[in-house]
């Protein structure tokens, strides 16, 4: 049991944070004041009325936009404790980071040579051969307005 | 210099303050073959990044297996310091260069050696360029290395992901293949499932012990008897089940057959080389060598574990008509055996356990480099009926298969009997007597799957053409009688119906097939349309499945010095 005991405050912690959502629930449904408009009933209340649906996919490239966007986010996150504590680690800190940096770098440029960055018209890198039932008509829908000009 | 002691990481350093040295010290010749690993795939990156031109598949390959020959030779070189001078202990404890992880080392390198081999036939065959299969070998097998050294719960998790995730992409590889990316999201989202599982029972150990390091860990549960249990019994369990997803163990096992059968073929020869191979060895020292006082405990559940994969693997395996699938049912079925060592908990079983991981890496990754081959490009066809015939097609590919079949069966003068033997041996010595039976028994159900695939490749059902008839002698080898299968295909061209294949057949993707399809008269092209499309090797998928033979049958004549290896292993533990 005595081992158990450490871990009370985590389950009243639960407990709590179970007891606030349902009480805030629980209060706005008795208190607040129902008077619902055609505007307040719309996901966002302000802004651009929307004319149409977002379109459904999106080109790959935004992910690994964001990928890319991730991965130096994560070496940023590394490098702020180690430049805060550099005097202090000293060569040996050094050496560590450029290992850590290359690694990231390295695969900068493979995402770099693979064309991650590139925008506009595809280049082909690398030549691309699809499987005989996977063709444009079958896997591109297209998306949006825009019909006369698509073709 | 204090402060260097965060060099270790978040774990090693409170460690570090711990034991009492202030200066956490990198012996970098003792991570030196994971370095190897893994700078050299950085390399591999850039100089595919670089190149003007992209690179042939087999300047990958070649790269892949000078830099594991290099990694293979620091690890025997590792291993006569270890002998000479005891264990290594690193980076603030938590890297363990023992006798048990080198032998692993060896053993991952010996994977890393044959796997880009077997891989750089089937890339070209189906045409996918690029450093990939090669860079994500490289990274799983350093994880797996780091999981055989680890000496620290953070440092094994870590090791299981650097294992699993290029795994998991390794599985989704060939991407125009619905298969594929099944088989690559399944086996993420399990494999993060289970990890996050892992991951809780690292927290409810140290919850319980106070340490993540397997050495402190040990320490402690030696100097105290803990009382009050749950949470430790908790953590152990949570463990147990990630190793279990990840090894494949019943019952959870239900992402292995659709995996396997969905990644491209050697992709999953690795795979299951590779996962196995880490798996284990961290499975092992976990519970073996961490939690040896708590055996009353873990023994039952490992007890039920290895009986229920033993017995699920092979009976699930007789009733698969696909050779893919069947073998991946084996493999939970090798699964079993190992546990069994595991289970035994004593020298004599962590040995055998280790005999049978090294055998079985070499013996699964050239099965499933034949069934690659058999499948042809494309890789649909892997029913039992495409190896009707094969011994008379392909004899050389037919006998290497069978050897390896028979391996994984135990028949004698293979590794697989001797691998089989002591595990069955340690589990009886360790008065498991119905395990052992068990084992045993599925080890006799499992010998007549195996056996059926090697009778059907040298039945001679596959010759009734009469032969001669203008026909060149392989178009008749190949012939075999029609109504199994629609249609063969002409290396890779499916054709639907039997009529206008003339026509399609002139034009296939492989030069053997060409030659065949033109030489052959019109009257044996009915016959060779109802065949089997021919078996394109290369020297590269040749030269490794010589490896997994030649290892196969020259430690299954002379078995000494790698039983030798595996006993100093353990004993350097």
Not at chain 2, 409 to 425: D, I, N, Q, R, S
Request: aromatic residues 10%.
């Amino acid at each position: 049991m005595g081992s158990l005991d450490s871990y009370l405050p985590i389950l009243i912690l639960f407990v709590l944070a179970l007891a606030f959502a349902g009480l805030s629930i629980f209060a706005s449904k008795l208190l607040a004041p129902k008077r619902p408009t055609s505007a307040k009933e719309a996901p966002y209340e302000c802004g651009i009325v929307p004319t149409e649906g977002p379109p459904q996919r999106f080109p790959v490239r935004f992910y690994l936009i964001a990928m890319i966007f991730v991965i130096f986010d994560i070496e940023i996150i590394f490098l702020f404790p180690w430049a805060v504590v550099y005097n202090e680690l000293g060569r040996f800190g050094l050496v560590e980071i450029v290992v850590f940096a290359a690694a990231v770098f390295f695969s900068f440029l493979y995402l770099l040579a693979n064309g991650a960055l590139d925008w506009g018209p595809v280049k082909r890198i690398r030549p691309v051969t699809a499987a005989a039932q996977r063709t444009t008509s079958s896997t591109v829908r297209r998306v949006g307005a825009g019909s006369g000009e698509a073709a | 210099m204090i402060g260097s002691a965060h060099l270790a990481g978040v774990v090693g350093a409170r460690l570090v303050a711990a034991s009492g040295i202030t200066i956490p010290h990198i012996d970098y010749t003792a991570i030196l073959p994971e370095l190897i690993l893994l700078g050299g795939m950085l390399l591999l990156l850039a100089a595919a990044a670089l190149s003007p031109r992209p690179l042939p598949t087999e300047a990958y390959a070649t790269a892949t297996v000078g830099l594991a020959t290099a990694s293979l030779v620091t690890s025997l070189v590792l291993w006569r310091d270890v002998t000479d001078r005891g264990p290594l202990t690193t980076v603030a404890h938590s890297i363990d260069v023992d006798g048990f992880a080198l032998f692993f080392l060896v053993t991952i390198s010996c994977i890393l050696v044959v796997a880009p081999m077997l891989g750089a036939g089937y890339l070209r065959r189906e045409r996918i360029s690029g450093p990939e299969y090669y860079v994500l070998a490289l990274i799983s097998g350093s994880g797996a290395m780091f999981m055989a050294s680890a000496n620290d719960l953070v440092l094994v998790f870590l090791g299981l992901e650097i294992l699993s995730i290029p795994l998991y992409v390794l599985a989704g590889l060939d991407h125009r293949r619905e298969a594929s990316g099944e088989a690559a999201m399944k086996y993420f989202v399990l494999g993060a499932f289970s990890s996050a599982i892992f991951v809780y029972g690292i927290a409810l150990t140290y919850g319980a012990t106070g340490s993540t390091n397997l050495a402190e860990i040990g320490a402690f549960l030696a100097r105290n008897v803990v009382t009050s249990d749950g949470v430790l019994i908790g953590g152990l369990g949570l463990l147990l089940v990630g190793f279990a997803f990840k090894v494949a163990a019943v019952p959870f096992h239900m992402w292995t057959p659709d995996v396997y059968q969905g990644a491209p073929t050697p992709a999953t020869g690795f795979m299951a080389a590779m996962a196995k191979a880490g798996g284990f060895a961290a499975l092992l020292r976990v519970f073996v060598s961490t939690f040896p006082s708590l055996r009353s405990s873990w023994q039952p559940v490992v007890f039920v574990l290895a009986a229920l994969t033993l017995l699920v693997g092979a009976v699930v395996a007789v009733v698969q008509s696909d050779v893919k699938r069947m073998l991946s049912y084996s493999s939970i079925n090798h699964a079993g055996f190992v546990l069994l060592g595991l289970q035994a908990a004593t020298a004599r079983g962590v040995a055998g356990s280790l005999y049978y991981v090294f055998t079985y890496g070499l013996v699964v990754l050239g099965s499933f480099a034949v069934v690659s081959l058999v499948g042809g490009s494309g890789e649909d066809r892997h029913d039992l009926a495409r190896f009707r015939g094969l011994g008379r097609r392909q004899p050389v590919i037919a006998t290497a298969f069978a050897v390896l079949l028979l391996a994984q069966a135990g028949a004698p003068f293979t590794t697989g009997f001797f691998a089989k033997l002591y595990v069955v041996e340690a589990a009886a010595a360790a008065h498991s007597y119905l395990l052992a039976a068990i084992a045993m028994g599925s080890a006799a159900i499992a010998a007549f799957f195996y056996l059926r695939v090697v009778f059907l490749m040298f039945s001679d059902a596959g010759a009734a053409a009469p032969a001669g008839e203008g026909a060149t002698a392989r178009a008749v080898e190949a012939a075999r009688p029609a109504g199994i299968e629609p249609a063969g295909a002409a290396g890779g061209s499916w054709v639907p119906e039997p009529s206008g294949a003339v026509a399609t057949m002139v034009a296939p993707v492989t030069r053997s097939a060409a030659a065949d399809a033109r030489s052959v008269s019109s009257g044996v092209v009915a016959l060779d349309v109802s065949g089997e499309p021919p078996v394109a090797t290369s020297p590269w998928i040749l030269a490794g499945l010589g490896i997994c033979v030649a290892v196969t049958v020259v430690f299954g004549v002379w078995p000494q010095p790698l039983v030798e290896f595996a006993h100093q292993a353990t004993l350097l533990f």
